[in-house]
């Protein structure tokens, strides 16, 4: 009779474990395939946020200024934003995050652009320069400028 209570206690502390060591690698692995797509996230919203800033600072008219503060990484990689071509009315962000290049559009108003400081060649470097961004519209242009 001990042995068969021995026995059966064993064989249950055995299902139990392999219970919960699947339920743990299933956890791990769900968690790990989310962390990308949380990232993910976070690099469009921050791409988002600097299309705004233009939307805003262009739909502000004349003498509206506005300093916009901007990360200048996202999870710890520098990013990149991209002016298209005067017409083009977009702007691009790419990310090189850990898990791939990410590149995204964004539509921005049609206006006359023009840019100075650390922006060269219609091009800001996150971590180059300064994290804030001066946004200056004199009602015919907005300038983009970062000290």
Known sequence: ?????????????????????????LVNYLQS???????????KIAGEEFANAVTLAVKGGIGFTYNYSFPRTIMGVPYVINFEPQGANAMIMEWPGPYGNFSYSYTIPA?????????????LVSNECSSVITLSNDG????????
């Open 1 to 25: 009779m001990r042995g068969q209570v021995s026995t059966e206690f064993f064989l249950y502390v055995t299902v139990f474990m392999f219970v919960v060591i699947a339920a743990f690698l």
């Open 33 to 43: 395939t989310e962390i990308p797509v949380q990232q993910n996230r976070m690099a």
């Open 111 to 123: 206006y006359d652009y023009r840019y100075d400081g650390c922006v060269f060649d219609r091009k």
């Open 140 to 147: 015919d242009r907005l300038t983009i400028s970062q000290d």
